[in-house]
């Protein structure tokens, strides 16, 4: 054993048996009924590692009806939502906890959907599982009222930890045929872990890729969410698009591969998102959690370029409007992965937004102009801030300034307007009410259109006294029903 391993051990012991007062009573429940209890899978590689959390999985030799039994008495909250899988959860002290018995399931090879049976061996539920670093336990017993721990890694699992390698237990081919899942997972843990993938599992991922077709759509969401809000989502992006994994499952990722930007500053347009995606991962606050949001639209900000891409006289290229097809691929993409409905808009809006600013050189931000801006952007102005700086990847150092510099000049601006108006919430001077007694309407169509017409005033000149907006809203209504294309 390395030095390395034998440091994470030692810190997984201490950190196991910091947990006593919160598993004590749990363990005695389960040394009372003679059955075994082990903290398993990615809660034994995360105290290895020294990041546990607070949940907290266990598998066990007892039938999920004890496992009910103990839980009950002793978990403040008890969920059995999972009991015909084997698995009760509950809450106890802050700790979420996740008791399965062992299992020894069958897979059908068509979905990923096994035929549950409970096993008798924790060797034969180790082996089982996804990856080797996933595939380690620690026993807990009780001895004169202290906690005890062993150690029990029959698949190596710990000499992949230290070396930073992901590997299945059983052959990659076996692993992700009975569950495609795992491949997506496999990404994921590289995103999150910062490992690197065995080859003969990168070698599976590419002969296997369509295998994730039988996976629904919602559990690819959910993978895909927990990569982008890894460590780092760039390496588990490019894992996905290099083995073909990413054709399935959001294919215009790797489309963007193979445009070339028109900077010249990267090799493509693939490689220019993932910087902007750092970029804007640089400027969220540490104490945060991930901005999945803002991720999301950093990588996905120039998807619209290779269906736009035009070749210039002389050469080059330009990608004109290509914000505007990238929102509508991005809507497209993230509906048929069942993403909430405003999780899709909100990305599809900062994808359409992001070029805004670059239609505006410097000094040319009139009120009007920033207004617009802010309105548009609404609650995700400050996503787009940080969107638009991080979309600033040039290797040229005075570009770069000038870039950040007339950015600032700009955030400068709203601040200065929002001093003296209500940028937040810009609404016309008259509400829908006022604009009936003074038109002496009914409700109906025309009583939105005198109030878009007031809004697109109050955009453009500011705030008007309540006499000079129903002045001009009457001057409006006149010339409207003067011209009757304009009813």
């Known amino acids: 054993m390395n030095e ?46 020294g990041r546990l959390g607070n949940d907290l999985d266990f598998t066990t030799d007892a039938r999920p009806e004890t496992v009910k ?12 939502t999972g009991i015909e899988f084997g698995t009760v959860s509950g809450q106890a002290q802050g700790q979420q906890i996740e008791i399965t018995t062992f299992r020894s399931d069958l897979y059908d090879g068509d979905s990923r ?7 008798d061996t924790l060797e034969g539920d180790l082996v089982r599982r996804d990856f080797t670093v996933n595939a380690m336990a620690i026993r ?14 029959p698949v190596d699992g710990l000499k992949a930890l230290a070396a930073e ?40 991922l590419e002969n296997m890729a369509g295998e994730i077709t039988r996976i629904t759509p919602e559990r690819i969401q959910v993978e895909l969410d ?11 992006i490019d894992l996905l698009v290099e083995t073909g994994l990413g054709e399935f499952v959001f294919p215009e990722i790797g489309a963007m591969k193979m445009t070339s930007d028109e900077h010249k500053q990267h090799k493509d347009v693939y490689l220019h998102s993932l910087q902007v995606m750092r970029q804007a991962i640089d400027q969220e606050e540490p104490e945060e959690s991930p901005d999945l949001v803002l991720r999301w639209a950093a990588l996905l900000h120039d998807v619209g370029k290779p269906d736009t891409k035009e ?97 600032d ?13 209500d940028l937040a919430r810009v609404r016309p001077d008259l509400d829908g009410n006022e604009i009936m007694e003074v038109l002496g309407l009914s409700p109906g169509p025309e009583v939105g259109k005198a109030w878009a017409y007031l809004k697109e005033l109050r955009l453009e000149r500011g705030p008007l006294e309540r006499d000079e907006a129903i002045a001009e809203l009457k001057s409006w209504w006149a010339g409207t029903n003067e011209d009757p294309r304009l009813k």
């Open 4 to 49: 390395t391993s034998l440091a994470q051990l030692v810190r997984a012991e201490r950190t196991v048996r910091g947990l006593e007062p919160v598993l004590g009573a749990l363990v005695d429940a389960f040394d009372e009924r003679g059955a075994e209890l082990y903290l398993v899978g990615g809660s034994v590689r995360d105290a290895l590692l």
């Open 69 to 80: 039994e103990i839980m009950d008495g002793y978990a403040e909250v008890v969920w059995e």
């Open 113 to 119: 959907n096994p035929e549950v049976t409970f096993g």
């Open 140 to 153: 807990l017993t009780r001895a004169q009222g202290s906690l005890e721990v062993e150690f029990c890694d």
């Open 165 to 204: 390698v992901l590997d299945t237990p059983n052959t990659p081919e076996q692993s992700f045929r009975d569950d495609p899942l795992r491949m997506l997972r496999c990404a994921r843990f590289v995103s999150q872990l910062g490992f690197k993938v065995a080859p003969r599992v990168r070698e599976a």
């Open 226 to 236: 927990k990569l982008i809000g890894g460590q780092d989502p760039s390496a588990g």
């Open 311 to 407: 070749t210039k006289p002389g050469g080059g290229v330009s990608f004109h409007h290509h914000e505007v097809v990238g929102a509508k691929k991005v809507r497209r993409r993230l509906r048929k992965l069942k993403y909430p409905k405003k999780v899709v808009e909100d990305i599809s809006q900062l994808v359409y937004l992001h070029m805004r600013f670059h239609g505006f050189g410097d000094g040319q931000w009139t009120d009007s102009a920033v207004r617009r801006y802010v309105t548009d952007a609404g609650h995700l102005l400050p996503r787009l801030h940080k969107l638009v700086r991080a979309d600033s990847t040039t290797r040229n150092p005075k570009k770069a300034a000038r870039l950040q510099r007339t950015y």
């Open 409 to 421: 000049h700009l955030e400068e601006r709203i601040a200065e307007i929002a001093e003296k108006e």
